[in-house]
């Protein structure tokens, strides 16, 4: 069995594109990307953690994102996000993603963000639990930490 690449993309998920996601120039807006982005993020977490996030108790919140936008999108162009945690880190975790055009080919747009452990009931950051680090690790084949 040969190791995956490095920041091999695991998870992905399909997008629909609606008619608003399109602006005057015809392509999807730049503001709907981070959309797809955290659709992208809230699906992963729901599948590899294998539950949902009680934001009261704690959950991950973005503290930095950054955009790259490389191809524009089209309203019929078929799309997917794929997300891939690739650093844990003791209260944080770093996240890529990036938007494939399976109509093109190509890579449309890439994010990169690092997510903070987050208790909305006691408004304060906390350790990245175990069993997320265990879940994580065993879906991403080439994390280390």
């Not at 191809?71 to 997917?80: G, M, P, R, T, V």
Request: aromatic share 12%; proline share 3%.
């Amino acid at each position: 069995m040969t190791n995956p690449k490095p920041h091999e993309f695991f998870h992905s998920i399909p997008i629909q594109i609606r008619f608003n996601d399109i602006d005057k120039l015809e392509h999807v807006n730049n503001s709907v990307y981070q959309q797809f982005y955290d659709l992208g993020k809230v699906d992963y977490f729901d599948l590899v953690l294998g539950e949902h996030m009680d934001w009261n108790v704690e959950g991950l919140v973005i503290a930095s994102i950054s955009i790259e936008f490389l191809i524009s999108i089209q309203l019929h162009d078929k799309i997917e996000v794929r997300s891939k945690v690739y650093e844990i880190g003791n209260k944080s975790l770093k996240m890529k993603q990036e938007i494939f055009n399976l109509t093109t080919g190509t890579v449309a747009s890439t994010s990169k963000s690092v997510m903070v452990n987050y208790s909305n009931s006691q408004m304060k950051t906390l350790p990245i639990p175990d069993k997320w680090r265990e879940r994580i690790s065993a879906y991403e084949k080439d994390l280390s930490f």
